[in-house]
């Protein structure tokens, strides 16, 4: 599959629509314009891609909604140069919007067909997180903490402790938290033991599971 004019075209529309639902940073509309979401679908659904919707990719999981995408993007307030870990890397797509905010990706993908498919197609296009491992994202990536940003990208049942240890102080965690649907979260770091709480509305994800060993 190729990137052509006819596709930067649905980008620029896709963006137009992103702006009418009320996403206004203007370097995370710049990502969408610039991302070849289609190569990251399968190429049956090549002609959808640009379509404000989630797909199934491999293992039962979903790209996420460009405007999922564009607003948990928008949440985490990244400055160029911050240490993000990405929970959830899917097809990558996302991964992709916050390395062209240029902050270091961590990532992590349960789903081993997955997390294979993606690391294939990230060194054949030439995407580089700063790591991308094949694990328990549940469990955050402590040998790499503290993080200035963490985003979960499944549904969590509740908020998991251990990614509240790894932020550091003035951090910001974006989860959706629920089990049949989420309300997507903004937790910031105060101090060691503080945190803030803020609430943006319900969401749908696939389930953010935990591997029990
Ligand atoms: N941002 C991705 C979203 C994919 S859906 C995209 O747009 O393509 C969520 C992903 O989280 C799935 O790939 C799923 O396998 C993964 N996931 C679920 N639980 C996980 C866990 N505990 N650790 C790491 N990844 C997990």
Known sequence: MKDTFKHRGMRNQLAELLVSKGIKDKKVLEAIRTIPRHLFMDSSFEDHAYQDKPFPIAADQTISQPYTVAFQTEL????AGQKVLEIG?????????LLHLK?????IERQRELFKKTNLFFKKLGYRPKKFIFGDGYKGLPEEAPFDRILVTAGAPEVPKKLLGQLKIGGKLVIPVGEEDQEMLRITRKSDTEFA????????FVPLLENKN
């Open 76 to 79: 985490l307030d990244l400055k």
């Open 89 to 97: 890397t899917g097809s990558g797509y996302q991964t992709a919007v």
């Open 103 to 107: 902050v270091k990706v961590y990532t």
């Open 197 to 204: 709480q803020e609430e943006f509305g319900t969401f749908r």
